[in-house]
């Protein structure tokens, strides 16, 4: 069984849920590449040491450049801001060595193409972080829609929603400023990687953007709190993309409806274990959503729980991210979605604002 030494930058919040992830996809998958917790990077010699001790790696360093460069690091994990995506990704590839980067790629479509291409021109593999779309549930309703169980797909709704700004009270933060920092920039992209993986590329789109609460406590706000968008996918369907961190009530709305001539899906992440499922089929005085709980039956329950109904969580999809993209590092076959598929997302998050600055609809992919 082989070892790969993992460099992790960035120790807090997500830092913290891949340190688990890595710690616990070896047993969980019995996969044939094992992660080994080498050296972990945060912006203070202190914390560093602080989440060493926390997370069970190896060392800990300040410096994500001697992350990079450490012989012992044979993989980096990037979990920092997203403005220091581009730099790291760019040296470790340089390296000849395989990231992951949480989502979104980098700061602007401008990062986010040169990692691309740099990932291209190393021939190294590359993963970007989006969990949500690894649930049993979700992975089901796409292998329905695959299928073609419910038919030819006429509609799609999406959105991601959350209520951490909707307080008018609540001061200005970090978030509170820069166009890679309000919701398109932050929430969207998982929204928009969501509807890439069930309904296939955006073709056009006509969007707006919206500051709810321009003044908070501390200071104005100068991004966006709340987008939508109409779109037509390349294969002709018509949907509508709705994010906002102002939606009081909403704490993961994480959610989608599609709809077919033949049936019909819907989804919440706030009951991420749960899939409505109408079938036209049957008498109709019987038809009807009908709920399915998860369970060993679909995609990535079973290593988890034996147990149909008993549920996976939030950790449990950071634990399917390491190990495809362990798998991809064996393997040397790409895993979806590498950093080309979050360039595609970033095409999008772009054209949102375009479209909101012209008020025409746009092709994605044009500037």
């Known amino acids: 069984m082989a070892e790969i030494g993992v460099g992790l930058i960035g120790g807090g919040y997500m830092g913290k849920a891949h340190a688990v992830a890595l710690s616990a996809v070896g047993a969980v998958f019995n996969t044939a590449l094992r992660p080994r917790l080498e050296l972990i990077c945060a912006t203070s010699a202190t914390s560093a040491e602080r989440y060493r001790a926390a997370y069970g790696f190896a060392r800990a360093i300040d410096s994500w450049r ?106 200005a933060t970090l978030r509170s400023h820069g166009r890679a920092n309000g919701t398109v920039g932050d929430l969207s992209p998982h929204l928009v990687n969501m509807a890439l993986a069930l309904m296939g590329p955006i073709a056009r789109l006509t969007a707006d953007l919206e500051t709810v609460h321009a003044d908070r406590p501390g200071g104005a706000v100068t991004n966006d709190d709340q987008v939508h968008a109409l779109v037509r996918f390349a294969s002709g369907v018509m949907g509508h993309l709705f994010a906002s961190r102002v939606q009081t009530g909403r704490k993961m709305g994480y959610a989608y409806e599609v709809t077919g001539t033949k049936g019909a899906i819907r989804f919440d992440q706030e009951d991420q274990n749960a899939l409505w499922l109408y079938l036209a089929e049957g008498p109709a005085a019987q038809r009807g959503f009908r709920k399915i709980l998860t369970g060993p039956a679909h995609p990535d329950y079973e290593p988890f729980c034996q147990g149909p109904g008993h549920g996976t969580g939030y950790q449990d999809q950071i634990i399917i991210e390491a190990r495809d993209f362990l798998q991809a590092i064996h393997t040397g076959q790409p895993v979806w979605p590498t950093f080309a598929d979050g360039l595609a997302v970033a095409e999008v998050t772009e054209a949102f604002f375009n479209a909101a600055e012209t008020g025409q609809w746009v092709t994605v992919g044009d500037t």
């Open 66 to 171: 001697d992350v990079v460069a450490d012989p012992k690091v044979g993989a980096i994990w990037i979990a920092s801001p997203q403005a220091t995506h581009r730099d790291i990704a760019l040296a470790a590839f340089a390296a000849g060595k395989p990231v992951f980067c949480e989502k979104p790629l980098g700061a602007s479509i401008t990062d986010a193409r040169a990692m691309v291409k740099a990932a291209a021109d190393r021939a190294c593999a590359n993963m970007i972080g989006f969990n949500y779309a690894r649930t049993p549930a979700t992975q089901y309703a796409r292998r329905l829609i695959a299928d073609g169980a419910l038919g030819r797909i006429v509609w799609f709704r999406g959105e991601h929603t959350e209520d951490f700004d909707a307080d008018p009270a609540t001061p």
